[in-house]
């Protein structure tokens, strides 16, 4: 008999155990190297806590989908991802130390999915928060780290997509598009729904501005895309990626490739967003961003930037490696754990 557990959950065997003990230890060991302190927090968090970072509609993956009542009747929820904990934490407990202040964490989140899409209700994330660091230092650094992370675990052939959160909002008011409308293109942006971005941009903008827009959204490739950018206004509203780029080291650089109409599914973002993708991932395997307003709305006003692995993505993806060539010992792991 076969007993079902949860759509979007999974059980995980010893074999598998093994190499992703591995997997997170070469992760933790490089993020300790690069200087983040390892936190864990509660998997659940007050309701009322949550609620003050402001977090988006019911779309936006950071909005906890999971609730129950403790006995003194108060409202709990699981934790949709680690950023929102740790900026409280940052917020509550950190309020005397000096920014930057460099955090790190290996630790499972829970997501509403949409049924048949092979998403993940249960998640074990492994990423880094980096407070009080702003724009464009503070987001290299974090790709720079995000960049060795893949390298430290061998997933040589992975690529970060870099694009901006807050270019088309910068855009949209720059051609003088109401809030009302504004607020539908950008969803149709982030649901990356061409023909409802087309659509929402021939309602609220001439046929020419709506074609522009909608060419920025589809623009995807090198550091080159940035030197060809078609109007004015959409080299000021790039003008943040240029400042980023210009200050990648070369072999992060390499590694980046530019989306104009990157978004991602959580409302915090407001500045660069990543997304890194593996060979032969229909999925991203991990992602981030800069998000300057969360903190401040949890008490302790600080820019900031972050980014999150999926280790189960990233095992996958690192299963379509040859053994020999993952820089991670699931042999050392198992003596290790045991
Ligand atoms: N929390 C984000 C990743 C992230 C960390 N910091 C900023 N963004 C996610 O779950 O995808």
Redesign the pocket.
């Known amino acids: 008999m076969t007993l079902p557990i949860p759509s979007g959950t999974r059980d995980v065997l010893p074999d598998e155990m093994r190499e992703r003990h591995a997997l997170v230890a070469a992760l933790r060991e490089h993020f300790a190297h690069c200087g983040y302190g390892e936190v864990a927090t509660p998997a659940v968090e007050y309701a009322s806590v949550v609620e003050r970072a402001g977090i988006g509609p019911t779309d936006d ?2 909005r906890p989908r999971f609730r129950t009542v403790d006995e003194h009747g108060e409202t709990l929820v699981l934790r ?4 929102v904990p740790i900026a409280r934490l940052v917020a509550s407990r950190f309020t005397d130390v000096e920014p930057p202040i460099r955090l790190s964490y290996v630790a499972h ?1 829970y997501r509403g999915i949409v049924p048949g899409r092979g998403d993940a209700r249960e998640l074990l ?1 492994a ?3 980096l407070c009080g660091a702003g724009a464009p230092d503070g987001t290299a650094e974090a790709l720079t780290v995000l960049v060795g992370a893949l390298r430290a675990v061998g997933l040589e052939g992975a690529r970060v997509a870099v694009g901006d959160a807050s270019l088309f909002p910068a855009l949209l008011a720059d051609v003088g598009v109401d809030e009302e409308a504004r607020t539908a293109i950008l969803h149709e942006l982030a649901t990356r729904d061409h023909v409802g971005l087309e659509r929402e941009l021939r309602r609220a903008t001439d046929a020419t501005t709506a074609a522009l827009l909608l060419d920025v959204a589809g623009r995807r490739g090198g550091q080159e895309l940035l030197d060809d950018l078609p109007d004015e206004r959409v080299q000021r509203a790039a003008g943040g990626m240029r400042q980023l780029l210009d200050g990648l080291d070369e072999e992060v650089a390499s590694r980046v490739i530019l989306d104009l109409g990157l978004t ?1 599914k ?1 409302g915090y ?1 407001t500045g660069a967003v990543f997304e890194v993708y593996a060979p032969g991932q229909g999925h991203a395997i ?6 300057d307003e969360l903190l401040g709305r949890l008490g302790r006003p600080l820019p ?5 692995l999926d280790v189960d993505a990233l095992h996958t993806a690192l299963a379509g490696v040859p053994r020999g060539r993952w820089r991670i010992d699931p042999t050392t792991a198992a003596e290790a754990t045991r």
């Open positions: 993956a950071a949709s991802d680690m950023t989140c994330q990423g880094i928060e991602r959580l973002y991990g992602g981030g961003g800069r998000y900031a930037v972050g980014f999150a």
